[in-house]
């Protein structure tokens, strides 16, 4: 249920800076994305009663700041910057600056913030320990990305090239596998029990189960139901596949993909 008279602030996120906008008669203003611009942030929001603080994903420079406002008990709402743009041009803003967007999240906010389904838009924010796994997860993707270009190099390139390819190889290998060996010590020492239930299903590997645990923080918290509505299965539900989107890849609502969870037991509610 909404909050009575309630201040909406929008933060727009970027590398340096974050622009803060706010409903009612609040002054729009510029802080540093550091620790020194949560604290003039929270500072500002503690002199009012905030019902719901909203960003946008922009590929992790909003997740300091949100677990900084989460951890002062603000609820903060992460979307899809797509949502955020389609809301934009749903309100005639065509111009795109920080200070618009901050202005537009502020507007998304309100009208979140009266939603009948409000709280599914807020969401805890992955813990520290999911936080280090996920940055690994995504680390051993960039390895194994650049292993496959290195191998696919090593063919055809011209024999003056193949030893320094080859070293690459190696490094990339060696790297890998030291990568690998930290994050199964960091899931038996923060996430045994679950990873436990996750490797008992047939197919589904250590990484598999990595990758689960670090972008499906749901895990282990939701009912069979709750976490199917919030995630569907392509290659599970056939009907989906009308729209174009890959098999075999987890979508979550609001467009996320979740990618390297392939072959999930279509019959086993995780």
């Given amino acids: ?71 002062e008990g603000f609820e903060v709402a992460v979307v899809n910057p797509r949502q955020a743009r389609d809301f934009a041009r749903a309100m005639g803003y065509l111009a795109k600056t920080d200070r618009i967007d901050a202005r537009v999240l502020t507007q998304m906010a ?21 936080q280090a796994l996920a940055a690994m997860v995504v680390r051993r993707r960039q390895l194994i990305a650049m292993l496959v270009a290195e191998r696919n190099r090593l063919y055809p390139s011209h024999p003056q090239n ?14 890998l596998a030291r990568l690998e060996k930290d994050m199964n010590s960091h899931i038996r020492n923060h996430f045994k029990e679950i990873a436990e239930r996750l490797s008992s299903i047939k197919g589904v590997g250590t990484m598999t189960v990595s990758a689960m645990l670090a972008e ?48 999930c037991a279509c019959g086993n509610p995780l």
């Avoid at 009012?48 to 994903?57: K, R, T």
């Avoid at 320094?164 to 190696?170: E, V």
């Avoid at 709750?226 to 599970?236: D, L, Q, T, V």
């Avoid at 989107?245 to 390297?260: L, M, Y």
């Fill in 1 to 71: 249920m909404s909050q009575p008279n309630p201040l909406c602030v929008g933060i727009d996120v970027s590398k340096a800076t974050l622009d803060i906008a706010a409903s009612s008669d609040v002054a729009q203003f510029t802080v540093s994305n550091d620790s020194d611009g949560f604290n003039a942030i929270i500072t500002g929001l503690r002199r009012h009663s905030v019902a719901l603080v909203l960003m946008e994903a922009t590929g992790g420079l909003e997740v300091a700041v949100a677990c900084s406002l989460q951890a």
């Fill in 110 to 130: 309100e009208v979140i913030n009266r939603h009948p389904e409000r709280k599914r838009f807020i969401r805890a924010l992955p813990d520290a320990e999911r």
């Fill in 162 to 175: 193949k030893k320094s390819i080859n070293t690459i190889i190696k490094a990339l290998e060696d790297e």
């Fill in 216 to 263: 499906i923080p749901e895990l282990g918290t939701l009912s069979r139901r709750e976490i199917s509505g919030a995630y569907r299965c392509c290659s599970c539900q056939p009907g989906l596949r009308d729209y174009a989107w890959p098999a075999n890849h987890f979508w979550r609502q609001g467009w996320r993909k979740i990618s390297t969870v392939h072959g």
